[in-house]
């Protein structure tokens, strides 16, 4: 019940995220235009790129991404392909429309699901990242 509640919080924020106040807000604080519902900053997401030696042709996996935070970004930056995964179907659809206006479809998927039930090949990612999704 509460993980139903949860989810509709967060389906109800990332249908606000559109609004004009909460892009500014998100570019002041977290130096990000990715409609983020969390508080990593566009620092520590550098900082996880590099540590994770991210670069073309590795496979990040971005659990409980919301909007593509950070993991669409990093494959912005780094050249890499994410899969950006998340249960709240708003924040897949803006992932998905922010994959577009990158043109970065041929290297990014957004798709719906939980972090126990990845989409994916087991061993098939070279790294995974996760930002505010234990809170
Ligand atoms: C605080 S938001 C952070 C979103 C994004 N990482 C960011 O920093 O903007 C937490 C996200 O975790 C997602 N989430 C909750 N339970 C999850 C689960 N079991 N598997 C994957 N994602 C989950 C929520 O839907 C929500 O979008």
């Known amino acids: 019940m509460s993980e139903i ?4 919080r967060h ?3 990332y249908a606000r995220s559109e609004a004009d106040v909460l892009r500014v807000i998100e ?16 620092a520590q997401a550098d900082r996880l790129g590099d540590l994770l030696e991210l670069a073309p042709g590795h496979l990040l996996l971005d659990v409980g991404s ?8 990093l494959a912005a930056r780094t050249g ?6 998340d249960p709240v179907m708003a924040g897949v659809r803006t992932a998905h429309r922010r ?8 290297r990014a998927w957004a798709v719906a699901g939980t972090a126990d039930q990845v989409p994916l090949r087991q061993g098939s990612v070279d790294a995974i990242v996760h930002t505010d999704v234990m809170c």
């Open 5 to 8: 509640l949860e989810q509709e």
């Open 66 to 73: 919301g909007c593509g935070w950070p993991g669409l970004y």
């Open 80 to 85: 890499c392909s994410v899969v950006t995964v």
């Open 11 to 13: 389906e109800q924020g």
């Open 27 to 42: 570019r002041a604080v977290l130096d990000s235009d990715y409609h983020a519902n969390g508080y990593t900053t566009r």
């Open 99 to 106: 994959i577009g206006d990158d043109t970065m479809s041929e």
